[in-house]
């Protein structure tokens, strides 16, 4: 028997999840009300409209399904609830690049990262490399423009 794979996120990941799941559950009676709207208008072989509505009926299910299975599986994860030494899962992380300039990670799901946000997931590049680590330790990432260094300076659970 396979076990299901919990996916950990923060509680603003899941609320956005449920919320979106909420939105596309509320459009599918609308696109069920525009397949029937434009099987009315006769020969569905030519009726864009149709195929349209058809279409987008299918992304819908489709997201719902995928959205369905990610709520499911969710495991949320309040970072102020944890603590230590090393980077784990929710952590906001203080490191020094090359140039001694501080920027700045929280460790979150894949379906949170937002790099622009200061939100990395923890299966990118710079995530892996980045778990377990502690204070003062020294990283090394290959990242499709070239090689980057990083000193870990903080480790914070806020």
Known sequence: MASIEKLPMLA????RLTTELKALREERPRIVDAIEEARAH??????????????RQG????????????VSRAQII????????????????????????PV?????????????AGRISYNSPLGKALI???????????????DKFYLVQKIEFI
């Open 12 to 15: 603003e990941g899941y609320e």
């Open 42 to 55: 006769g020969d569905l072989s030519e009726n864009a409209e149709y195929h349209a509505a058809k279409e």
């Open 59 to 70: 992304q819908v299910e489709a997201t719902i399904a995928d959205l369905e299975d990610k």
């Open 78 to 101: 309040d970072p102020t609830s944890l603590s230590g030494d090393k980077v784990i899962f929710g952590a906001t992380v203080t490191l020094l690049d090359d140039d001694d300039k």
């Open 104 to 116: 700045r990670y929280q460790i979150v799901g894949p379906y949170e990262a937002d790099a622009k």
């Open 132 to 146: 377990g680590r502690k204070v003062d330790d020294e990283i090394e990432v290959t990242v499709p423009s070239g």
